[in-house]
């Protein structure tokens, strides 16, 4: 099992940023990620493998919005 630090994010307990490391599994091994603070000791399990992981929406990889509602223009007088 490798073990890596993620740069810049921030531990979700303790706040403490640059302190979270990700155990990633081997090829064969268990395909289930922990991520740990090494400032507070906090654990998280991430994911139960690729099938389970699902992308994050961005304003890339979203569906393209529908039709924009026109709208009447309004006449303004100005005094």
């Known amino acids: 099992m490798k073990v890596r630090f993620i740069a810049g ?21 268990v395909d289930e990620q922990l991520r740990d603070c090494v400032t507070c000791g906090h654990e998280e399990r991430i994911g139960q493998g690729t099938a389970a992981r699902q992308e994050m929406t961005t304003r890339v990889n979203h569906t393209k919005p529908t039709a924009v509602q026109e709208v009447e223009p309004q006449v303004l007088k100005l005094k």
């Open 9 to 29: 994010i921030v531990c979700p307990k303790c706040g403490a940023q640059d302190s979270v490391r990700i155990y990633i599994p081997e090829q064969g091994e």
